[in-house]
Each structure stands twice: as C-alpha cells, then as structure tokens.
C-alpha cells in the first residue's frame, strides 16, 4: 500500500494480526529484510517499506536529494503514526540500522525495542579512529569490477550476485536466494539506471547530509537493544557492532560466526528466535540453552576477551559465548554513602570496587544527630570518630 508521509508517499507491506505487537523493519527496500524470515516472526505485526527514491515509494533524484537523513528518520515517524502502530519495536539493517538509531533518539515514545544489524554508529564516509572501515581489499574487488548494464534484469541480477559472494562471508553466500531476491527488486524499481543503483546499493546515501553527527549520543537511548552482526562482514567489520552494544545502555550483542552483511537464509533460525525473544521482553537466550563456562560470576567473552558480569534471566551469573552480557548496574559502596558507577564494576570484574579506593565519608549520629567521620581501611572494620553538640558527649556505636 501507499503511505502518505511527510510530503511524500511510502509502499509498505504489512504481514501478520494487527492486533499483535508491530516491528518495523527498515531497510533500503522492503526486499532488504528477506520475506522468510519476516514469515518467521509469528507472532509479531510486520511492516517494512522502500525508502524513498528506492522501489515503489516517492521517485526523484537519488544522485542529488533534497532532503536528509533525518527527514527518512521522520517518514519512519510518521509511517508509525499513520499506521497507528503505537510504541513499535523497530529494526534497522545495514545503512537502516541509521535511521532506527535515530527513530530511538529523537521519538523515544515511539519506540518500545530497538534491534540493529550490520549497521555503525557513524553515517557515511570516513569513519572514527575507533572504527574498522570498510575492507580495502574487498572494497577493490567490489568496486573494481566492470559497472552492470543497470537498465537489463540478468546483468545486474548477476553482478548482485557477485557482490553478494564478497559480502556474505564464509558461512553466508546462498546463490539462488541473491539471484532471486536481486531480480525482484529490478522487477519493483523503475527501470532506468538511477532507479535500479538506489534500490539495489543505496545509492542516495552516499550524496546526502547525514549530520550532525548522532553518536555521542547513543547513551541517551532508553528501549532496550539489541545488536547483531556477522563476524565476517567487510563492508561494517564486526568492531562497529561490538562498539554499537557497548555505547548504548544495557544492549546485547548477538554474534553470527561466519556471516557478513546481512541476514543469508542460515541465520534465519538463530536471528528470528532473538528477535521473537527481544521483542517480548524475555531474555535473549534461555539460560538453561547452554551451560556456564567454568566459574559463575565473570569471564572472558570468547570474541573479545572482556572481562564482563552478565545476569541472563533468574539465577547466577553465567556467560553465553557470542552473546554481549547485560551490563552490572550501579552498587552502594560499603565503605562509604556513594554509589559505584557501571563502568568501575566492569572494570573490577566484580561486584563492587575495591576498598581501597573508598575515601573517608561523613555519616550522622543517630544518638546525638551529629556528623562522625567514617573510614573503612583496607582492613575491612569501620571506625568513627566521635563528636558533641551543644557539649552532650556522643553515644559512640560500633
């Protein structure tokens, strides 16, 4: 159907009861999240659309837009509220993932999870130091080929396909579902050669303003998310994803070993299951699915060698290897009237900081409403300091 939004009109597929939970899948097509896997999500009221200047939706110049990134991120808005979808859980793939970062930012009440895969948290062009770009040597293989004629379907269903065996990694390429999948987005998109590029490799990405810059603010994120991405992807090396889990509050990263941009059909199981298991707010994993690595409390994550404390539902702390654990939250130090912050816990490995670290604080007397000075020595006992008011001697306590 056509949605109008923002001054333009959006093509959207809906599939599923309405009456169930909505997840709004953003790529650049409709065709970026595979249909197997949207039928996969039983359950859940699935809506995903075309961009604009990319399939059915609103058509002019993908090669020098008028409008920004942060006008897609309010057609996604607005596509909610013409749905009346309510809060959504929202799902980004590739250069998606930037506007559903954005969706979660600026229309939080919107948003009730946010799930994001083979996506960074900067938008195109260089990217920061901390960040692995895109692999040179597969970027030259890539973009070193002779360009497809763009207008004639089985010239570019084949060079997609030789792009799809650079990307997929080594667990991921699946020819006939690349060739099918690339002959229906030429079948869907106009047949000229700036439409075909736009709807097959986002082309308008590439020529519009993507600032101010959003990944600062990542931390301010309030849904809960969800990060998934391959272990072998060249175009977003797996780094951007583990700094996306990382830098926003309390998310998850799930890793796919073998698998680079995109979700091929052999991730389809693992990634629907996640998916049904976010959007319900239930743990990721059943905590019984697999056993503790040896010692309960912390560990080293296998893909990174993190030292990090994870809580997976009720029980002890245990460590899923491939699986970001949810970050420890804040603890009262026992030494003295402060709270200790997430980042000195992961840092500790532990429950709380070590004592050491604890400086003297200021507690009141209960028996004579006075303020006594209170330490705690690296030996562990408590000592007070005894004072007056108004010259009654103090009730020392232990």
């Known amino acids: 159907m056509q949605i109008k939004v923002n001054g333009i009109e959006l ?4 599939l599923g009861n309405p009456s169930d939970p909505p997840i709004l899948l953003i790529g ?5 999240w595979p249909s197997g896997l949207c039928t996969a999500l039983t359950g859940r009221y699935v809506v995903r659309y075309d961009l604009r200047d990319t399939g059915q939706s609103t058509f002019t110049d993908p090669g020098a837009p008028v409008y920004d990134l942060r006008d897609l991120v309010t057609d996604a808005s607005e596509l909610v509220a013409a749905l009346n979808l309510g809060r959504t859980h929202v799902a980004g793939m590739g250069v998606g993932g930037f506007i559903a970062q ?7 009440d919107q948003v009730a999870s946010l799930t994001l895969v083979s996506t960074r948290p900067v938008a195109p062009g260089p990217a920061d130091p901390d960040l692995p770009a895109h692999a040179p ?4 293989q890539l973009f070193g080929r002779p360009a497809p004629d763009w207008t004639h ?5 084949g060079y997609m396909t030789g792009s799809a065996r650079l990307l997929s990694g080594s667990k991921g390429f699946n020819e006939q579902d690349v060739r099918a999948t690339a002959g229906a987005i030429f079948d869907r998109a106009e047949p000229t050669a700036e439409a075909q590029r736009a709807s097959h490799l986002g082309t308008a990405f590439a020529a519009m303003d993507c600032q101010p810059r959003w990944r600062e603010r990542l931390g301010e994120i309030t849904a809960s998310a969800l990060v ?14 583990v700094v996306l889990a990382a830098e926003i509050p309390d ?9 680079g941009q995109g979700l091929p059909r052999v991730t389809w199981p693992a990634v629907a299951g996640a998916l049904l298991r976010h959007t319900s707010g239930h743990p990721l994993i059943d905590p019984a699915a697999r056993p503790p690595l040896p010692g309960c409390g912390t560990g080293r994550r296998p893909d990174q060698g993190v030292r990090v404390p994870a809580r997976l539902g009720p029980g002890p702390r245990r460590l899923v290897p491939g699986l970001r654990p949810r970050r420890a939250a804040a603890r009262r130090c026992p030494g003295r009237n402060h709270m200790i912050s997430r980042r000195t816990l ?17 507690r009141r007397c209960a028996a004579t409403r006075t303020h006594h000075q209170t330490t705690m020595p690296a030996g562990g006992a408590r000592t007070r300091t005894e004072g007056t008011r108004s010259g009654a001697a103090c009730r020392s306590r232990p």
């Open 11 to 14: 093509y959207a597929e809906t």
């Open 28 to 32: 650049v097509t409709t065709l970026s």
């Open 102 to 108: 954005l969706l979660a930012l600026d229309h939080p």
């Open 137 to 140: 040597e597969v970027m030259e």
């Open 153 to 157: 379907r089985e010239s570019v269903v």
């Open 228 to 241: 998934i991405h391959g272990d072998e992807d060249p175009f977003f090396p797996h780094h951007n994803g």
């Open 251 to 259: 998310a998850t990263l799930l890793t796919l070993p073998g698998i």
């Open 346 to 362: 992961l840092a500790t490995g532990a429950g709380t900081a070590p004592v050491a670290r604890c400086q003297p604080a200021s």
